[in-house]
């Protein structure tokens, strides 16, 4: 079966840096598109970054353009989420993300706390 384990997420100072890393099992990793998104006490979960299936391409919330990269490995079944001058704002559960056949399935989450 399908399996996201997300893992990298804890407590950071303003201005510092967490990557994020989630491990896929349970289908063709290197033939889907993968995702991160957040979802922060009492708001909605968001789109966080893609990357396409081969890596050549990435998009980003403009929230976190600049700050955030994605990035994977396909040998490794593995995508990753750098994560640099973290803010405040960036508090959330992060949710690894892969839609397979229109269902989306999703990881356990790592909870990302950015305060001083």
């Known amino acids: 079966q399908v399996q996201l384990v997300e893992s990298g997420g804890g407590l950071v100072q303003p201005g510092g840096s967490l990557r994020l890393s989630c491990v896929a099992s349970?289908?063709?990793?290197?033939?889907?598109?993968m995702s991160w998104y957040r979802q922060a006490p009492g708001k909605e979960r968001e789109l966080v970054a893609t990357?396409?299936?081969?890596?050549?391409?990435?998009n980003y919330a403009d929230s976190v353009k600049g700050r955030f990269t994605i990035s994977r490995d396909n040998a490794k079944n593995t995508v990753y989420l750098q994560m640099n001058s973290l803010k405040p704002e960036d508090t959330a559960v992060y949710y690894c993300?892969?839609?397979?056949?229109?269902?989306?399935?999703w990881g356990q989450g790592t909870q990302v706390t950015v305060s001083s």
């Open positions: 349970g289908f063709t990793f290197s033939s889907y598109i």
């Open positions: 990357i396409t299936s081969g890596g050549d391409s990435t």
């Open positions: 993300n892969v839609r397979i056949r229109l269902i989306m399935r």
